[in-house]
């Protein structure tokens, strides 16, 4: 058995295509708008959502559309406007995707029930045949981690005895795959997988605050509290309004102002 941590690593995030941004900007003639913007706002993912929004009421400039007469300029300002109205539809255009290294299959039987705005691709232990059981030891486990780490060892040794039933150098690879997949029944939810996963910013902003909250389980507090931390980093507008609170277990819960926008 190994002992491993679950991980947070950030894979990708929307990026804007520069000429088709001066193109819309020229057909609603808001060239003036968006190189001002752009300079007040270097950042794709939030910048995209500004635009998305103002493309809804053509607000770029004062005069371009009658109804307009004032106009948000900062983009602190314009965004903070739109959590706190609740218009988080224009936040689905742009996503993030993480990978969710060294998590249980109880964090991803968890994960998988956020169904709006997500992707996933999780690794499969049909396929995946493990060499030996990693696994993260819950807080509430420490002290008894020595008793935990000898129950694994033994379902360890009996998933190995039981795989030398079969002679594995003479099947096909879809005998092997069915077999993998009868023997991973007898191995431990708490057993270490990964998963990548993508989301839009409504979605990630609604799963940090419901997954951060005490009543979550521990593992995927854990792991949202570092998506949380990521995205107060990298999309300081689009998180701004969260607060954190240590919980007595060393996890973070994050609070938006705003919820579920
Ligand atoms: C502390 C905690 C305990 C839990 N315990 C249990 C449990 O014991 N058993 C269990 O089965 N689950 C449990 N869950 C999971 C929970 O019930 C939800 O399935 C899960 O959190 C996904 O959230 P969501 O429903 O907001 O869906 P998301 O996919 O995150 O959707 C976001 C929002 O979009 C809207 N939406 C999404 N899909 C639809 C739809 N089909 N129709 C209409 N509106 C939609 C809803 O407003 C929804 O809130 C628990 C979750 C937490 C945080």
Redesign the pocket.
Known sequence: MKTVEPLVIKLAETRLDKDGVRRLAEHYTALDWMDKARELQPNDSEFLIELAGRACYRSFGVGLNPNVTKIRDNPRDYLTNVLEKGDGSILEHATVTFAFLNVSRVFTH?IV??????AMSQESLRYVRPREISLWVPPDLESATSRVSETVKEIEKRYHDLEKQFDWDKMTFEQKKRVTSALRRILPDGIATNLIWTANHR?IR??IE??T?P???VEIRKVFGKVAEICRRDYPLLYGDFTSKKLDDGTTQYIPKFS?V
């Not at 029930?113 to 997500?118: N, V």
């Open positions: 968890e029930r956020h169904r709006a705005g997500t979605t609604w799963v419901m997954r909250h009543s979550a389980e579920k």
